[in-house]
């Protein structure tokens, strides 16, 4: 898998091959479990069930990276936060801030395109509980490390949606950029700020989870203000 990561030339050609991974048994296993049990409001729906690739433009300057897709939301409709509340808040945030064509995302075929944005997660199938373990975290790496290299011409910002996400961002920042992480890790928190010399900048958001967002942890004024400074610092218009 390491080496099918290195070889992809393009992202169509990595998003093709992260798809067809099966690296990772328990997850493979639950991943074809949801998609073969279904929830109940979906079964009449024929299920992704297998491992999602990132969305957006080649050239995105600000990059969102995840946990991993939801169960009955990415590994259902086979797009990253498509098809679940997490990605209602989100990507009305994002149309809000001018980088998404519409404020809905509801299946693969529905014309959502993103501007200046891509959109990924550290581990790209599901997890039973939105918990992957470490060791499937690490054998997953490979994907996004070779993605980050893809987009790194012109990725400026990393927006790392909760602390999974802003901790898989250290081993990034050595694979691709050559940079030793800091130490010790600078802390996740909302508002989070971190920048190297010839990385992107970091910016820690609350992950928008339901859990986050029906609590009011997380606002959509608080995601606004992210992708407003998400903005400013790529220097997106
Ligand atoms: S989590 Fe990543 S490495 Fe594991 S099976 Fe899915 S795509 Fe492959």
Redesign the pocket.
Known sequence: ?VARAARATDLTDLDGA?AD????PR??TWREEVARVKRAAFRDQDYWGR?VPGFGPPDARIAILGLAPAAHGGNRTGRIFTGDRSGDVLFAALHRAGLANQPTSVSADDGLALRDTRIFAA???APPDNK?TPA?RD??AP?LHREVELVRPTMRVVVALGAFAWAAWWPVLRHVYGQRPPTPRPAFGHGAHWSGESAPTLLGCYHVSQQNTFTGRLTPAMLDDVFTRAKHLAGVA
């Open positions: 898998m992260v991974c099966f690296a990772c997850l493979v491992p581990v790209r199938c992957p499937e054998t997953c994907w």
